[in-house]
């Protein structure tokens, strides 16, 4: 099942469709571990993320049903965090090692690897129960199967139009909101907030794509890109706050420091070119975006 849900059939039907499909993926990913334990682990938390905004959308048709379901996924997301974080700071690195400017730049970041390849290793030496993590959460997944047969969505095209549009308009609001901050105070965390709503959006665009085929796809391709930005942005907050709070694991001052400005220097073009794209992406009002998915939602399922 793609994730996808279309206006003329049920939307209680398309929305548990898609949901099983989501966690039926994540538990075939968590068993077999087609390429090894960690891509496994980062696979299925992707899916908890998909499933988490697809819920989100629908959020206000059964506010118990999400809020349940948000924290199962949310909490069997985290239980497998810790070593994907820790692999996640590796692949900032390599991102870090395409822009570098001397050769001085990538020797420290290629030292800054090694660290951090050690680092990942022995967090993995910790988690001994990891294994176990893995079969809870394949449990969470059959769980939460289960569970949709539990949701109740509008079925009348009309009220699910609404539902849909409601959704859709909370998320722009979220996205605006943040984009705003961001302009202003511009901290990492605000930009997080941004990457958060950006991805939100993207999905939601996958999810309706049916609708406006040709414009959607291209606003689909503009948000992907915003969100690749806002990751390495992310990222990049994320290793100077293991910089902060570890900084015996890259060396004396002088090497802490030469990479600190690496990071700095890089995060700044990323935020830059962000807030340019984000500009583009959310530049219609939220409700008139929203009420141009309802008409289209109508349409369609007429």
């Known amino acids: 099942m793609p994730y996808r849900i279309r206006p003329d059939r049920s939307l209680l039907t398309e929305v548990r469709s898609v949901a099983r499909g989501e966690l039926d993926k994540?538990?075939?990913?968590?068993?077999?571990?087609?390429?090894?334990?960690?891509?496994?682990?980062?696979?299925?938390?992707?899916?908890?993320?998909?499933?988490?905004?697809?819920?989100?959308?629908?959020?206000?048709?059964?506010?118990?049903?999400?809020?349940?379901?948000?924290?199962?996924?949310?909490?069997?997301?985290?239980?497998?965090?810790?070593?994907?974080?820790?692999?996640?700071?590796?692949?900032?690195?390599?991102?870090?090692?395409?822009?570098?400017?001397?050769?001085?730049?990538?020797?420290?970041?290629?030292?800054?690897?090694?660290?951090?390849?050690?680092?990942?290793?022995?967090?993995?030496?910790?988690?001994?129960?990891?294994?176990?993590?893995?079969?809870?959460?394949?449990?969470?997944?059959?769980?939460?199967?289960?569970?949709?047969?539990?949701?109740?969505?509008?079925?009348?095209p009309g009220h699910a139009a609404r539902l849909i549009a409601r959704g859709w308009r909370k998320g722009l609001e979220r996205a605006h909101e943040a984009l705003e901050t961001c302009k202003g105070e511009g901290h990492g965390e605000a930009y997080h907030d941004l990457r958060k709503t950006s991805q939100a959006y993207w999905m939601n665009l996958s999810l309706v794509g049916d609708l406006w085929p040709s414009a959607l796809h291209a606003k689909r391709e503009m948000a992907k890109r915003l969100v690749d930005l806002l990751g390495h942005e992310h990222d990049l907050t994320v290793l100077t706050a293991l910089l902060d709070h570890e900084p015996d694991l890259f060396g004396d001052g002088e090497g802490q420091s030469f990479l600190l400005a690496i990071i700095i220097r890089r995060q700044m073009e990323l935020r830059r070119d962000a807030l340019t794209l984000a500009g583009t992406v959310f530049a219609d009002a939220a409700k008139d975006e929203a009420a141009i998915i309802e008409t289209l939602w109508l349409r369609a399922s007429a």
């Open 26 to 156: 994540a538990i075939d990913i968590l068993k077999h571990k087609p390429e090894g334990l960690h891509p496994a682990i980062h696979a299925a938390r992707k899916k908890f993320k998909r499933l988490r905004n697809l819920y989100r959308l629908v959020a206000t048709g059964d506010k118990s049903f999400h809020r349940r379901e948000n924290a199962r996924l949310r909490d069997t997301a985290r239980s497998l965090s810790r070593i994907r974080d820790a692999a996640a700071l590796i692949e900032t690195v390599d991102h870090l090692s395409d822009h570098v400017l001397t050769d001085d730049e990538g020797e420290t970041l290629a030292a800054t690897r090694k660290v951090l390849e050690l680092r990942r290793d022995e967090i993995a030496a910790t988690e001994s129960d990891l294994e176990e993590k893995v079969t809870a959460a394949i449990d969470a997944c059959r769980a939460a199967t289960e569970a949709l047969d539990e949701l109740k969505l509008p079925s009348r």
